[in-house]
């Protein structure tokens, strides 16, 4: 994943759903590694898939890492 953007997951809240923001916006809210990989596709980074989301130092996990998706 070669982005250079700032993009932040938050905390889950009680329904288990993480903010995400890219380059200062907030996209939704993802429920799982691959929704945060779709979000990326959106904000234009191609061939992203669960594995980057997982693995990238490019993305700051508040709350917990990319295996935490419960309150």
């Known amino acids: 994943m070669a982005s250079v ?3 932040v997951v938050y905390p889950p ?3 288990g759903g993480r903010r ?3 380059d200062g916006e907030l ?4 429920y799982s590694l691959r929704d945060v990989a779709e979000f ?3 904000a234009g980074v191609e061939d992203v898939d669960e594995t980057d989301v ?5 993305i700051e996990w508040r709350g917990g ?4 998706w419960k309150h």
């Open 13 to 15: 809240d009680e329904y």
């Open 27 to 30: 996209l939704g809210r993802a």
């Open 5 to 7: 953007m700032p993009v």
């Open 20 to 22: 995400v923001r890219i």
């Open 54 to 58: 997982e693995q990238s130092g490019l």
């Open 40 to 42: 990326l596709r959106r």
């Open 65 to 68: 890492g990319p295996n935490v």
